[in-house]
C-alpha cells in the first residue's frame, strides 16, 4: 500500500521540491498552500510526471478548524497519513531597529503585527498539524513528522518573530517526539541556511554576497538538498531517529 504524505506550503521553493522527491519514491502527495490554484498546478505536475495520486488543498495551517477539515477529508478520501511535513512558513522580515530609536515605538505595532503572524503560522501551524496528523497516526501505529525549522531558529536575529517561531518548532520537535515516540510515530526536524527560493530572492544583491561570504561552502543551498533529507527522514532508512534536527547549511553553523 503506498506512502500518504502530506506536505504543508507545498506550492513553491523547498515544499515543491519535497513533494517531487516523496512522488519519486511512490508516495501519493496531499499539497497544501493558502492558494489552491498554484498547489493544484504541482499537483497535476506530479501525476503527470511520476503517475501517483495528489490531492490539493486550500487551507491556513493556523486555524484549527481548516486543518481539521482539512485532514479528515485527506483520510476519508486516502485513508491514512504516513507522513506530515511541516514546511509552510512565512518570514515578515520585521526587524528590531535599535539605531532608530525615534521610531521604536511607532514601529511596534507592525513590529507585533510580523510578530503574531509568524508565531500563528510557523509555530502554532506546526503544532496544529502535527497535534491532528497524530491522532491519525496513533490508530495505525506508526508514522513520521518532519519540521522545517531554520539556523534562524538557533542563532541570533533581529527578526525575533521568525526566530522565535523557528526555535519553538526544534523545541516543540523534541516534546512531540518524546510522547510519541512509544507509539512508532517519530518527530525529526530539519534547519536550512541560505536556501534559493523565493523567500531568499527578497535579500538584496548585496546582502546575498554577505550571506554567502560568511557560509563555509560559499553557496547557496538548492531546494533538492532539503527534499533529499527530509526523504532519509521519511523513510524507514531513518527507523532509529527521532527528535533530532538536521543541520542543512553549507556549514554555517557548526
Ligand atoms: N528559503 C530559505 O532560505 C529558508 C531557510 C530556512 C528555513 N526556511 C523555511 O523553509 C520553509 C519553506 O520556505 P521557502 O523558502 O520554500 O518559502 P516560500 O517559497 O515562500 O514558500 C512558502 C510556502 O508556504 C505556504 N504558506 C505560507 N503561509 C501559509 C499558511 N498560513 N498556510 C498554508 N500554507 C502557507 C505558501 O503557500 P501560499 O503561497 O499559497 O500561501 C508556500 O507554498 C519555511 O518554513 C521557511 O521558514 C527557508
Known amino acids: 500500500m503506498r506512502q500518504i504524505a502530506i506536505i504543508t506550503g507545498a506550492s513553491k521553493g523547498i515544499g515543491k521540491a519535497i513533494a517531487h522527491e516523496f512522488a519519486k519514491k511512490c ?25 501517483i495520486r495528489t490531492l490539493a488543498f486550500s487551507c491556513d495551517v493556523g486555524s484549527k478548524e481548516e486543518v481539521e477539515k482539512t485532514f479528515s477529508e485527506v483520510v476519508n478520501l486516502l485513508g491514512k497519513v504516513d507522513i506530515l511535513v511541516n514546511n509552510a512558513g512565512i518570514n515578515s522580515r520585521k526587524t528590531l531597529n535599535s539605531n532608530d ?30 497535534y491532528i496528523a497524530a491522532g491519525y497516526m496513533l490508530k495505525q501505529k506508526s508514522g513520521s513528522i ?34 510519541l515516540a512509544q507509539h512508532n510515530i517519530r518527530v525529526n526536524c530539519i534547519a536550512p541556511g541560505f536556501i534559493n527560493t523565493g523567500m531568499t530572492t527578497e535579500l ?26 527530509a526523504a532519509f ?22
Open 27 to 51: 508516495y501519493d502527495i496531499v499539497l497544501i498552500g493558502r492558494n489552491q490554484e498554484n498547489a493544484e498546478k504541482v499537483g497535476d505536475e506530479l501525476e503527470k510526471m511520476y503517475h
Open 101 to 130: 530609536n525615534e521610531n521604536w515605538f511607532t514601529d511596534f505595532e507592525d513590529n507585533l503585527l510580523g510578530w503574531n503572524q509568524e508565531i500563528s503560522t510557523n509555530l502554532t501551524g506546526t503544532y496544529i498539524c502535527s
Open 146 to 179: 518532519i519540521n522545517i525549522s531554520s539556523i534562524k531558529g538557533k542563532e541570533p536575529t533581529s527578526s525575533p518573530g521568525y526566530g522565535s517561531s523557528k526555535s519553538g518548532v526544534i523545541k516543540l520537535t523534541k516534546d512531540m517526539a518524546k510522547s
Open 204 to 229: 538584496s544583491p548585496d546582502k546575498k554576497e554577505i550571506y554567502k561570504a560568511m557560509i563555509p561552502m560559499k553557496r547557496f543551498g538548492k531546494v533538492e538538498e532539503i527534499a533529499k533529507v
Open 233 to 254: 527522514l521519511a523513510s524507514k532508512d531513518s527507523s532509529y531517529i527521532t527528535g533530532t534536527t538536521i543541520d542543512v547549511n553549507g556549514g554555517y553553523l557548526m
